[in-house]
């Protein structure tokens, strides 16, 4: 096992090798891996460690080697499982924070008691949130989201009259009642709201790229996800769900997307995720992923590990350099030895 220090920050080195059928060989990633993490939880004595150095290669091994799946991940590892994963390995947070501190906020307002949530009081919540050099981002989204502050089921929302649930966390498994039939794998998910009105309940997910309202609608876009998020709310409470809507900060005509349903959309999804479990049951065997090369992409160094392994003959290597934190030489010394 090797780590490397750059830059006073260490990394996990790995490779991964196009195999047969010109599929990345992703068996010493993997193997590399768990043996850092059982050394990991070794120095610790932990079952899991969940924060701090190396923690982020626990997570991106438990997410693939799991019984529970979350509809964003069955996304991304239909449309290219490869890059799904070395997307998980070369993503930061600085690429994310727009999206996960807008989010943030947006849990942190409607957490607030009745009568003080106001637009001042998210700037301010954007103010504590964004520690990390995107206040500037975040609050444009802030200042989107008020300006266009539209109730879905039409006029102004009145968010000191609303009652509802925000970053609702939940696993479950799933019968789609429609279908009269049960999902062949198990769900955890993250709800972005989930509002209470006139005893109807609508789930409410915040997207702050810019989709058309068709991609909203599409198979190929969110729709799957949407689907799958309301048929986990309705098995986790009981209850059918009235309606499910996207908010697009950043549209104004198309502020709010309300998501489409009906018997076909649910025997369509059923289908995609019947697909999605038996390509991931291939992989934990064979530990291959068909890499599909891609266009833009924030970090070079993940567009380039991509499009060499979706290009390459077979035998074709690339190292892979998994991030582990700044330096901690106590814990580095105690993995390698």
């Known amino acids: 096992m090797e780590i490397k220090t750059i830059a006073g920050k260490d990394y996990l080195v790995s490779s991964v090798v196009t195999g047969k059928y010109r599929w990345a060989d992703t068996t010493k990633l993997f193997n590399d891996m768990l ?77 607030l008691p009745k009568g003080e949530r106001t637009r001042e009081k998210a700037v301010e919540l954007a103010k504590e949130v964004c520690t990390d050099g995107s206040y500037e981002k975040v609050l444009a989204y802030v200042d989107y989201y008020f300006n266009r502050h539209l109730d879905y089921l039409g006029g102004e929302l009145d968010d000191n009259s609303l009652e509802c649930l925000t970053e609702h966390k939940g696993k479950c498994d799933i019968f789609v009642k429609s279908l009269g039939k049960k999902l062949p794998m198990k769900m955890k998910y993250i709800i972005d709201r989930i509002d209470y009105r006139d005893d109807k309940i609508y789930l409410i997910d915040y997207k702050t790229g810019s989709p058309t309202a068709e991609k909203c609608n599409d198979f190929d876009g969110y729709l799957p996800q949407m689907t799958m998020y309301r048929w986990a709310i309705e098995n986790e409470f009981g209850r059918e769900i009235t309606s499910t809507y996207l908010n697009l900060p950043k549209k104004v005509k198309d502020f709010y997307v309300r998501v489409n ?27 291959l992923l068909f890499p599909k090369p891609i266009g833009w992409c924030y970090n070079l160094r993940e567009k380039e590990i991509i499009n060499n392994m979706a290009k390459g003959v077979v035998g074709t290597e690339e190292e892979i350099l998994i991030p582990l934190g700044e330096t901690n030489n106590d814990i580095k010394d105690f993995i390698v030895g």
């Open 35 to 111: 043996e850092f993490i059982t050394l990991l939880r070794e120095y610790h004595k932990s079952e899991f460690v969940k924060e701090g150095y190396g923690s982020n290669v626990e997570h991106i091994y438990r997410k693939y080697n799991t019984d529970y799946f979350s509809p964003t991940f069955l996304k991304s590892f239909n449309e290219n499982p490869f890059g799904c994963l070395i997307h998980d390995i070369y993503s930061t947070r600085e690429m994310d924070a727009r999206g996960i501190n807008f989010h943030k906020v947006m849990e942190l307002y409607y957490k």
């Open 261 to 287: 349903r009906s018997k076909k959309i649910d025997e369509v999804v059923f289908s995609m995720c019947e697909q999605f479990c038996k390509r991931y049951e291939k992989f934990k065997k064979d530990r």
